[in-house]
């Protein structure tokens, strides 16, 4: 999987690979490194290394997983999805299950959907934490991107709040995935420095990607 604004192990990978459905089949493993490892526009950690398998089907079908460290723990994500293109629209839907060691974080699901035409794509996900009682959420994401650049507005509904801005620019050098942008998010999101406005942050990334 390309985890495409879903699980990207970076957010300038993801954002060189807007188009779902252009993946080869088969399987293949990935490792990454962030120098701050945010989702959603969310801290998780700081200086942070990932690794992930996928399979991917000529049909469009794709099942992997990817772990991912948080610092004081381990993040374990599993997904099954399905993606293709039509009509000059690329789409992607998965299946995605959220869970961490050591107590890091609560165990979640959710169901993300991805649509992109051109330079610009969609994301929307339903979500569910495993909680007593339960928290819902839904995230939405418009990405637009040209040449590696992009730019990404997200944010948070039902009972999650908070939205982020981003700014970036991912492109292959000698083999390896790389990538820079600025993260911009608002005070419901940042959760480390408690600024009244959020807080920005540069963030650098590195990635390789390898057929099994």
Sequence with gaps: MKKLNVLAVS???AA??????????????????????????????SSS???????????????????????SG???????????????FSYDIAYIVYDYTDEFDEKYSEVDINIGYGAFSLEHAIGEYDTNPSQDYTFTAITAEHNGFYVTFASFGDDFDGSYTELGYGAE??????GVSLL???????????????????????????DL
Excluded: C, P
Aim: aromatic fraction near 14%; proline fraction near 0%; charge should be negative.
């Design 173 to 178: 050098v000698g083999g390896f995935d790389m």
């Design 74 to 88: 381990l993040e374990t994500d599993y997904y099954l999805g399905y993606a293709g293109e039509a009509g000059g």
């Design 16 to 45: 060189g690979s807007l188009s779902a459905g252009t993946a080869v089949a088969g399987a293949s493993a990935n490792v990454g490194y962030t120098s701050d490892y945010y989702f959603r526009g969310i801290y998780q950690a």
């Design 184 to 210: 911009n998010n608002d005070e419901d999101l940042d959760l480390v420095t408690a600024k009244a406005d959020g807080e920005t942050t540069l963030i650098f990334t590195l990635g390789k990607s390898f």
């Design 11 to 13: 957010v300038a990978i």
């Design 49 to 71: 290394a990932s690794a992930g398998l996928d399979y991917e089907h000529d049909s469009g079908l794709y099942v992997g997983t990817w772990w991912g460290d948080v610092g």
